[in-house]
């Protein structure tokens, strides 16, 4: 199974793009937790398109039913099935692409793997669109982390070459829901300013441009994770990693502690309230794969979208030969801002799962 | 179980840093493989220490005894284990560090996990110390792969701000071996020159440095990995944070593609000698999480190693309260270039695990 | 996830008895494989209830609506999803037993494990009628294999203490489709009789009849399994005690071996046609957990339903005093007959998996 | 990885039969765990050969040596390795075997499987041997239940046709001790003296025989297990296949319920001592896959060994013809009584597994 992750939550998506249905199983949560349907579906819209220029105009009003899982709103303990019905797809966009792979999509990749029989339409499972069902049981995650202190927030920090402040050595549960409410997932709003100008610019340029998002996680209790290879470390990587376009993952200050020399890198520790902190949290959060109980922070690397409106090289697999392609249709000029919440979402997911294997009687 | 990876190819590391032995189980290697043993032992002494003053003094020979899996040096099919006696240690360096965690070490969050009673002797079980055998592992893995046409290299990119030349577009097992074969693994002999003196400088103020490898592997069919969760990146991430030290993992031009246009981002497509080839490789030869056939390349971050002779803020557990640190021992003033062919280790395990899933019968 | 088995196909169910619908999310499926829907609806339709006094009077038409993974008719290679709505469904029939769990049902052991917050109306996620969604997946991976000449088949061996008929030393594919066409699916006609008496016996006294089923596997190269824990009985006992009532699983001789000797259950080898076969099948195909090209023998028993019509003592969970129950509603009186496909359906999605696992490329 | 078994608790063995030594790697034991060592001893000296004519005359002393995740003799947390070197084996008695597989042994499969690479002397990697170390991290896993009050157990309940006395509804830990004791485990020592009859009679006939084993762990809280595909069923199902000369497994009444009416199979619920208890235990204590509290009780089935001294026909793999084979060296007349322990361990380890994962903190 390719599809899911997690080991004790196991979340796993499946959906084409321009299929009949997209959607998510999630088999391992508690019984007995409530879900807030309306704080689900805010979640959902931070990342809608539709909305404005920034994003494709694909629009798609992606309301979850759940089909098994929840009674009166309410988890039963065994596994929950959410789908969200495709509506608006354009297919007649996609009728040339079935030969041209599109430079830098996963169009050839499946084309090799599949033998020329997968579903493409749209980018098919491989389309950003499979990030809407991961939210629903992200959303979930977070609702039930929440109600145990546990908070996972996010925001843009680069496009492009503009930067958006960093995360504070204590971030709050006020400061996550502050970014989450806001149009655009920045801390300082002249930064978020700027990055628009980005996007704005590449889309009238028929290009389009990446970014970077900075996550982080409170509220966690030390000792979470297992060493080496099932670790907080490897179990996030692992799964963000299938959220399309992400290149790059690190923690703490991540390939920035290779610059460093470890009397700068190290966090001194220091007893506070009773508690072993750290003065620093270029760990982020994490030492040997085990959480310390600092903050866990993460960085994720998004690659521009690979649909753009120029004209590019690619070849025709039927001919193998080369050959040009404009890609048509509607694109998002960038998607890292709206790969915001699926950070998030997927962050929750995983540290659900952690935290139900390690505390499974006491979370 | 958290100190194995993989799937088809199943690869588990146990011991302690100051225990009996440390080891490998290497589970579903296929069977016939002749495993070349001074190959074998070349490859080990690659990450060996004691052998200049950039790593640290303590001496192992780090000869693996197979105690199953091989007769007559040829694999059987059935799980290997290889063991390597423990030395040369110095327990008596660590008495003070059990009450006193070492900053940016794993020994508060194990503290905390295992409620005092891990053996951190030398690091335990979180020692550097673990990765021969996983390099027993990804030295026989890579045997396997040579015979197959993939062959894996791997160079080290940066110490602290100095940096080596990158990998060409098409690296060939000729530049993996000429590099392996330096003392020091860098393209540039330049390069590695100033990065010595890096180490060198930072070993005299009693500090430590980082750095980053680059990784590439050629001769990978394309179609190798699944969607989503299950790709190759995504197991190879999973597999990379579990080295000690490692902070960051990035696949072709990574975060760096963040800053860049989907213009310049996207890599042409083009028919070449009856094959699809594309014209630059900024997507490290993975779309979709699938192979497409360029060369898989990717970048780990490492931090610089936390022991270092200063003197450091830290508590102690049993009264709770501030105090101070300075450890003694013998430690590395960087990992960095010690870690590169744990790098290829990890790397040739995951991509021989992907393989054998893949193309089982063909392989 | 607990609702899921294999690794390289992954089957995973979800749903309640009178929850929305139930479904199957089945991953890993060949790209490229046309399902032929009448043929699967045939199949479906032999587990079905409400054809005939023999089983409850519940009436579903099981018609599979597909949300994912097939396009045209056609498997895409990536996950499929199948929901079968829920319809005739008395959830007043129910309201009594939350309070007091029917005797050999999972009613109490939900209940304590999921703290009272399962829907356990219909029996829930314990319901037969999820073996509905089993068999969809189990229809498709049939008729894959079909295409590559492995056949399964089952048949009743026995209900109460009536006996059918044993398979011959080699079924064949003929044999397997006679016994799916008929109604009562026993390979004597008389023995299907007698058993179907038992029945309605059962029925008439308002009480249930447990029986046994034999199931057999033509046409597996030999080599597939792995030693151990993951050998072709490990993973087929493992999916099989997943279905609702069975109690025991044996392969080929299985307790009946215990009572030979060695001379007596040795099956002895001959070389026929250039190929190594052996006289007697004792070992039912499987040798070390792994096949020998034989055909592949197994027996299923299944306790008899305990929803019974009979005045039973039970407990109120609310009181926690003594108290009886008599439960009403709709139920079967027998339910090995309708497992006859389920554990054909299992069989084939585990021999799929093995097999793509094994032969990847050549399969 | 097809030699280990488990999920928080991993247990992997690896060793053939004439190599170097065979192992066990049990991965996720709870931490600060003292094991008994004389205990562990006494319990591995259970299953050991050479003590009477029952079993072979090969003698080990089995005594494992511990290269890591054991302290002074108290669990790290790490993974254990345990080793045990081979010493009596006799090589020579295998040259003729290398080409002529013996009958219902695991030679031809893994010929065919390993394409004739296994080291296949004295059954190589599927000897019996393996469940030494088996018992290693068995006898472990029962030391930490038992301290928690979960105690397994295990007798001989048939050797051929001569049966013992079954488990009583409540059976006792010192019930358990009793029949460990014993050198012949059966709870009635009569039954016991007509299996050893059963045995020595095979034995001078040049022939073996087969036998059940009853096995029940008492202690269990209720609501340990997942529902359909992860229960405990499933679950010990799936490692007791791994025993080698296992071909049925059964829980409760198992087969037996297949010949009973509901009213007569269905266990009355009643309330004791403010618990939730049932009058009978045909369910085996657990409900869909879901323990109740009530003992747990399984039974194997073991077939006779079938490496017997009488001519048996055969092939030659080189010539591909038919031939006979006399299969000389020492040999186990039966191993059920020898598999006793091996099933308790088997058992234990599973059972730890399961109550790790459930109550990780409480636990």
Redesign the interface.
């Known amino acids: ?8 939550l ?1 979340v ?5 793009s321009h ?5 998510v ?1 999630v ?2 949560l508690p ?2 937790e409530r879900i807030d349907m309306d704080e689900l579906q805010a979640f959902l819209d931070r990342r809608r398109p539709g909305k404005n220029p920034l994003s494709t105009t694909r629009r798609e009003t992606d309301v979850p ?5 929840l ?1 009166d709103g ?8 959410a ?1 969200i019905h495709n509506s608006d797809h354009h297919s007649a966009d996609y009728a040339e692409l079935a030969d041209k ?1 599109r ?4 169009d ?3 084309w ?8 493409m339409r749209g980018g ?3 389309s950003g669109r ?1 990030t809407a069902p991961l939210c629903v049981a992200g959303g979930i995650a977070g609702q039930i982390l929440a109600r145990r202190g546990v908070f996972v927030g996010a925001h843009l920090a ?1 496009v ?2 503009e930067e958006d402040e960093i995360f504070p050595l204590h971030p709050t549960g006020e400061l996550f829901r502050a970014v989450a409410a806001k149009p655009f997932p920045t801390l300082s709003d002249a930064a978020g300013e700027r990055m628009q100008r980005v996007i704005l610019d ?1 889309r009238e ?1 028929q ?6 998002i900075e996550c982080a996680a409170i509220g966690l209790p ?2 979470v ?7 907080v ?3 996030l ?3 963000l ?2 959220i ?1 376009a ?26 506070e309230n ?1 508690r ?1 902190v ?2 620093t949290n ?3 959060g ?7 109980s600092m903050p866990l922070t993460l ?1 994720v ?8 409106g ?1 004209k ?4 025709s ?1 039927s001919r ?3 050959t040009e392609l404009t890609v048509h249709g509607r694109h998002d000029p960038c998607i ?1 801002h709206r790969a915001v919440p699926v950070v998030e979402a997927v962050t929750a997911c995983v540290l659900l799962d952690l935290l139900l ?7």
Chains 1, 2, 3, 4 share one sequence.
């Open positions: 199974m390719s599809s899911d992750f997690g080991k004790t196991r796993g998506v499946f959906g084409e299929g009949v249905a997209i959607g199983t088999d391992g019984a007995g039913e759940f089909l098994s899982g009674r309410v988890t039963c303990g065994t596994p929950l099935c789908v792979p430079p830098s999509h996963a050839y990749t499946a090799v793997k599949w033998r020329g029989q997968a579903d098919g499972h491989f499979l680069a492009g070459t590449a340029a290009d389009s441009v990446g970014g970077i030390a000792g994770g297992e060493p080496m290879f099932d670790g470390e490897n179990r990587a692992a799964a990693f299938g399309p992400v290149k790059g993952v690190e923690f703490g200050a991540g390939f920035g502690s290779a610059r460093l020399r470890g009397s700068e890198n190290n966090d001194a520790l220091r007893v009773g072993v750290t003065e270029r760990a982020g994490i030492l040997g794969g085990i959480t310390n960085r690397g998004i690659k521009p979208t690979p649909s753009i120029q590019q090289k690619t070849v697999l193998m030969e080369n890292a294997e390690e505390h499974h009687g006491a979370f």
